[in-house]
T-cell receptor, first 111, second 113 residues
Framework: DGGITQSPKYLFRKEGQNVTLSCEQN?????MYWYRQDPGQGLRLIYY???????QKGDIAEGYSVSREKKESFPLTVTSAQKNPTAFYLC??????????FGEGSWLTVV | GQQLNQSPQSMFIQEGEDVSMNCTSS?????WLWYKQDPGEGPVLLIA?????ELTSNGRLTAQFGITRKDSFLNISASIPSDVGIYFC?????????????FGQGTILTVHP
């Protein structure tokens, strides 16, 4: 099936650990995005990539890192520098223009 | 940065009623998007609007791109229980970075059978 796959769905992180969230798309989209959602709030942009081997910081990039080595993959690493990482993380992709499509999300909880 | 103000924040309605929600921006948008999010899932695109004054329908949903280009409206007619969820408006954050969207805070819709 075509779409955007995020994994894992649920992830627990200990204080001081780095964790990586996976995002894969088979829609042949050039652009990919990571958003963060906190309870009762809208989505905020962490990082985005419009082409392979290039990415840009969004509004809340501090404490996160990404890579875009392949067109279909855009993993997000939540580093220990992110002081409040517990949130719902959403990956999205777009084929051009402003319309983007989301994966099913990953829940990250710090324990 | 740009802000989107979405209202109302929440709605509690009876099944069969019509629903209206809106979104306003502090600056002009060239695209308006409406998404629906079910609990624990990613947002799903409902309607995309690309032209001022445009009125677009998707089943029982109708959305309009405001003439001023600073607002948009979403209407749901004859609501049913599966309409429950959070509805977000979104628009481009400015410049030419396509897909870099700003989202409203969301409208939480509850439908009582």
């Amino acid at each position: 099936d075509g779409g955007i796959t995020q994994s894992p769905k649920y992830l627990f992180r200990k204080e001081g650990q780095n964790v990586t969230l996976s995002c894969e798309q088979n829609l042949n989209h050039d652009a990919m995005y990571w958003y963060r959602q906190d309870p009762g709030q809208g989505l905020r942009l962490i990082y985005y990539s419009q082409i392979v081997n290039d990415f840009q910081k969004g509004d809340i990039a501090e404490g996160y890192s990404v890579s875009r080595e392949k067109k279909e993959s855009f993993p997000l690493t939540v580093t220990s520098a992110q002081k409040n990482p517990t949130a719902f993380y959403l990956c999205a992709s777009g084929g051009g223009g402003n319309t983007i499509y989301f994966g099913e999300g990953s829940w990250l909880t710090v324990v | 940065g740009q802000q989107l103000n979405q209202s109302p924040q929440s709605m509690f309605i009876q099944e069969g009623e019509d629903v209206s929600m809106n979104c306003t921006s502090s600056s002009i948008f060239n695209t308006w998007l409406w998404y629906k999010q079910d609990p624990g899932e990613g947002p799903v695109l409902l309607i995309a609007l690309y032209k001022a004054g445009e009125l677009t329908s998707n089943g029982r949903l109708t959305a309009q791109f405001g003439i001023t280009r600073k607002d948009s409206f979403l209407n749901i007619s004859a609501s049913i229980p599966s309409d429950v969820g959070i509805y977000f408006c979104a628009g481009p954050a400015g410049g030419t970075s396509y897909g870099k969207l700003t989202f409203g805070q969301g409208t939480i819709l509850t439908v009582h059978p």
